[in-house]
C-alpha cells in the first residue's frame, strides 16, 4: 500500500507555459495536502501528473510502501490511487444505478462496498434517475461513490467540495477524516478550506 508520494523537483509545461519548476514535497500516510494557488497555477495539472496523465518537464512522481520501498509508479496508478476530477468522468444517460455498477466493474467493487457508499453519500434517491438529471451536487456525490466503495490508498482531489451544500460538505469531510484514519492520503486543489487537518502547498499566482 502506498505509504508516501514524494514529488521531488517537478517542472510542468502546458503549451508554451511553464507552470511551476522545482515543486518538491512528500505526502505521507494520514495526510491530507491542500493544493492552493489562483485560477491556472497549475493545481489541477498537478493532480494529472501525479495521476500520471500529464507528463512532467523535468523531476519525478514516486511511490513507497510502509517500509520505504518503491512501488513500481504503473502498479501503484493502476491500483492505489484515485484521481476525481471536477469533471466527474460520468455518463450522462446511465442512471445512478447503472453507473455504479458500472464502477464496480471496471474497479473490481464489492456489492458490500456499494452498499456503503450508497449509504454514506445518500446516494438511494438517486439511484433511478439518469445521471443528465441530476444535479451538480448530487453528480460529485454520485462520483465520490469510487472512493469509499473501492478503497485506495491516495486520493487525488479536484476541488471536492465546490457543488455540495453545508450538510454534504460535512458528510464527506467526516468521510476524508475516516480515510486519513485508515492511513489514507488526500492531495487535493481547493479555493476554500477542508474542513479536516491539512499542510497547505501553494502553487502562486498563475495568470
Ligand atoms: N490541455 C491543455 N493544453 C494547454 N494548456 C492547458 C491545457 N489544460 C490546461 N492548460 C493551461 O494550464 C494552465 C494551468 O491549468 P490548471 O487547470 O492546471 O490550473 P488550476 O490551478 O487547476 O486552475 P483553476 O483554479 O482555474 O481550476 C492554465 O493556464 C491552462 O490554460
Known sequence: M????????????????TLFAGLSFSLGAGEAVALTGANGAGKTSL??????????????????????QPIE?????????????????LKGQRTARDELMFQSQ????????????????????????????????????????????????????????????AKWREAVGTMMARHLDGGGLILAAVHDPLPIPTRALDLGAGR
Open 47 to 68: 493532480l494529472r501528473a501525479v495521476a500520471g496523465f500529464l507528463r512532467p518537464e523535468a523531476g519525478e512522481v514516486a511511490f513507497r510502501d510502509g517500509d520505504d
Open 106 to 165: 471496471w474497479l473490481g467493487r464489492s456489492h458490500h462496498g456499494i452498499d456503503h457508499a450508497v449509504e454514506t453519500l445518500g446516494l438511494k434517491p438517486l439511484l433511478d434517475l439518469e445521471v443528465r438529471k441530476l444535479s451538480a451536487g448530487q453528480r460529485r456525490r454520485l462520483a465520490m461513490a469510487r472512493l469509499i466503495g473501492s478503497p485506495r490508498a491516495l486520493w487525488l482531489l479536484d476541488e471536492p467540495l465546490s457543488p455540495l451544500d
Open 2 to 17: 502506498i505509504h508516501t508520494l514524494a514529488i521531488t523537483d517537478l517542472s510542468l509545461r502546458r503549451g508554451e507555459r
Open 73 to 89: 509508479v504503473d502498479l501503484a496508478r493502476a491500483h492505489e490511487v484515485h484521481l476525481l476530477g471536477h469533471l466527474d468522468g
